[in-house]
Nanobody
Framework: VQLQASGGGLVQAGGSLRVSCAASGRTLSNYVMGWFRQAPGKEREFVAAICRVGVRTSYADSVAGRFTISRDNAKNTVYLQMNNLKPEDTSIYYC????????????????????WGQGTLVTVSS
């Protein structure tokens, strides 16, 4: 599966942004999806994950209550709605996918994911 992230940009602190991850080549409903981010000079970190059918999600503590991951399998797209953005959210955001037979599982570790998008830059100004 090929993943294409989009929707990044510059936003002021307190603002909102939605990034998208479009999949091609395979049916997205077969994949667990995750969002990760990496800021300059820092390691890549988990942001959010969603199971194949979208009923179970998981968030990093730093974004819980502000970010929402969702998916539209009919459109082969996963979204990350980011509200109340903070300067420390500034990063390149990557989507990732892992094919899985379990419809209700998700993964928080980047080593569990096999396919990665190219990333989209989100910059939050103070």
């Amino acid at each position: 599966v090929q993943l294409q992230a989009s929707g990044g940009g510059l936003v002021q602190a307190g603002g909102s942004l939605r990034v998208s991850c479009a999949a091609s080549g395979r049916t997205l409903s077969n994949y667990v999806m995750g969002w990760f981010r990496q800021a300059p000079g820092k390691e890549r970190e988990f942001v959010a994950a969603i199971c194949r059918v979208g009923v179970r999600t998981s968030y990093a503590d730093s974004v819980a209550g502000r970010f929402t991951i969702s998916r539209d399998n009919a459109k082969n797209t996963v979204y990350l709605q980011m509200n109340n953005l903070k300067p420390e959210d500034t990063s390149i955001y990557y989507c990732a996918a892992k094919e899985d037979s379990d419809t209700s599982t998700y993964y928080r570790s980047d080593t569990d994911y096999v396919y990665w998008g190219q990333g989209t830059l989100v910059t939050v100004s103070s």
